[in-house]
Nanobody, 123 residues
């Protein structure tokens, strides 16, 4: 397992944008961003196999963008046109083994998780 550290969470106004970063302590094969509201199920946002194309969740795919670095130990998440319903704890996840593109958004397949970074959007 690798250790993941997220950053960039903040309190912002609706309509704004936010940039979240996740840094892994070692190399990964795939990384993803998920979010969860207390008491609700975890929701996938976007994930990518290092060197591959991202898989975006349908509810947010028009507003989010992910990027990685060549070293394969960083995953950035850009969220645009923020809405109050985007308020949640945002988590980064990673795995060291390759994964099919179709399975990238399945959180149960990730073996390492960060502590999360809080995003609060006010209207």
């Amino acid at each position: 397992e690798v250790r993941l550290i997220e950053s960039g969470g903040a309190s912002v106004q609706a309509g704004g944008s936010l940039h979240l970063s996740c840094v892994a302590s070692g190399l990964t094969s795939a990384m993803g961003w998920f979010r969860q509201v207390l008491g609700k199920e975890r929701e996938p946002l976007a994930a990518v196999q290092i060197g591959g194309r991202p898989n975006y969740a349908d509810p947010v795919k028009r507003r989010v963008f992910v990027s990685t670095n060549n070293a394969g130990n960083m995953l950035n998440l850009q969220i645009n046109r923020l809405e109050p319903r985007d308020t949640a704890m945002y988590y980064c996840a990673a795995r060291s083994a390759p994964i099919n593109w179709e399975d990238l958004l399945r959180g149960e397949l990730y073996t390492s998780w960060g502590q999360g970074t809080q995003v609060t959007v006010s209207s």
